[in-house]
């Protein structure tokens, strides 16, 4: 038969067999040194008798016996619970985890080559709008910052073939991960 009592510092619940009444052992919850009561004594009660004014190990609240005849047949005063307070001495530990990128995700990535792209500024020009700007926005935008690794300004030279003349002009040159 085993004795249910609580501990004089914690106040947790403890069951242990009764032919360890009278000797010491550690509390699991507070580590305190305590001495296991005789069943029968004051706080002490043999497994499966309810404590006074607690719950019984059926999980129903003491009633007046008209109310208790009705309880006492139904299917959860005949489940028995044996519930104890998990003692840990480890740290914490996470339980739950990031879920897994799918596999296409994961080989798309993967497959990243780094690439350059250069826009040229007179590839920019329609119908005398200059659209540099906004073609430069629209690459870096679909390519996404993470994928950038540098962007550098560019100027140069070339020979314009109707005026026969050298223009200087600029370009943004790009190295992405694409």
Known sequence: MDIVFNCPK???ELEVDSTGAGSQIECPNCQETIVIPHAGTDGARTAGAPASGSIPTGGIPTLPPAQASSIATSAAAKVEMHLKVPVHN???TTLIARTLKPLEVT???SDKKIRVKTIRHT???EVGHDTFDEVV???LQMTGEPNIISITPMSYTHADIGSQKLLTEYAVMI???G
Do not use: L
């Open 90 to 92: 480890k740290p914490v």
């Open 123 to 125: 590839d920019c020009i």
């Open 137 to 139: 926005s629209n690459f």
């Open 175 to 177: 190295v992405y991960r």
């Open 107 to 109: 080989a798309r990535e």
């Open 10 to 12: 914690c106040e947790q």
